[in-house]
């Protein structure tokens, strides 16, 4: 199918955004939730920053909330300390522990042409809960009635929640706290009630039986969540082999609900699929991607801080061309362009 990677890419790297610490370093800006708002289009960016390390031969510095304090404090692990595991550059791994060897908090951008932004030098959400003490991460923005959701993954020692914030010009913020517990990623709402009740996809992470795989919910209230029921599961061996979940908020198109999702193989390559699901009943597939609609390709996609990933979590549909905002390599952010019959043509 036909991509149309824009030319400008990357949009946004870590050098154009601020640290919103002193003595701070942006380390990426990525996987941005996307909406269009009056005359803009706002980026919600997941910005990643880290203590700068005056020893990093020596040590590694974990940036987190504090236990007690919930207030930003950094541990200092020594590179030499026994079982000790920094091979991932995310993460600091002991037989008994893991941490994040950075801190996320959501920032805004803004753009009146989608190619050229201008970034808020503060963060409009960051970190505040125990359950969010590693970070907040990977937003979607779904625009409902006159109110602007924004679920968002909130991490912490006691695992990975889907958390849910509300606002109506960006500036006011509502949180509403944990609507999925752990182990949970990737949810989004969708922009419409369904047969009188609101609908997310989500994306359960089981650790015994089974496979993180896409699933579907409903919800009365946007809080209480039931109805939970399996929709795309991986595919051994394939692009899908490791794990699948949501990307852009779906949207709607003559038949149905098309649904931008991720999925990667057991080596993390990550890349974007489509599928369509059912208008009145979205837990029904009808039609989905046979291979990748974006593949890491370009080289800001294929090396970066985390090579061969592009994941989404928005996208601005604007009649028949659909606008894919995504990280890259886990690092910056860019743009694509297709078109919905040429997403449509690629699905089976």
Known sequence: MSVKRFTENP??????????????????????????????????????????NPNPDRSV????????????????????????????PRVVVFPDALYLTSISHLRIARSLDGIHFVIDEHPALFPQTEYERYGIEDPRITKIRDTYYVVYKGVSPTGITQCLASTRDFVIWNRHGIILPPENMDAMLFPAKIN?????????????????????????????????????????????????????????VNEGWLAIYHAATLEDHYCLGAVLLD??????????????????????????????????????????????????????????????????????
């Open 11 to 52: 949009l946004i790297t870590p050098a154009d955004v601020k640290p919103s610490m002193e003595g701070y370093e942006v380390l990426c800006a990525f996987n941005p939730g996307v909406i269009e708002f009056g005359k803009e289009i706002l980026l919600l960016i997941r910005v990643a920053e880290r203590p700068i």
């Open 61 to 88: 510095l974990v940036p987190m909330l504090g236990e007690e304090s919930l207030r930003p404090e950094i541990v200092e692990f020594p590179l030499d300390s026994p079982d000790i595991d920094v091979s991932d």
């Open 196 to 252: 009188g009740r609101f609908a997310a996809l989500h994306r359960p992470q089981p650790k015994m039986i089974g496979s993180p795989n896409m699933w579907l919910a409903w919800s009365d209230d946007l809080i209480h969540w039931g109805g939970h029921k399996f929709l795309l599961g991986c595919s051994t061996g394939t692009w899908e082999g490791g794990r699948i979940g949501g990307g852009a908020v779906p949207f709607r």
């Open 279 to 348: 208008y009145a009943d979205p837990s029904k597939v009808l039609r989905k991607s046979i291979r990748p609609i974006l593949a890491p390709e370009a080289h800001y996609e294929t090396t970066g801080f985390k090579s061969n990933v592009v994941f989404t979590c928005g996208a601005i549909v604007k009649g028949e061309v659909v606008t894919i905002y995504y990280g890259a390599a886990d690092e910056s952010i860019c743009a694509a362009e297709m078109t919905i019959s040429d997403i449509m043509d690629s699905m089976s």
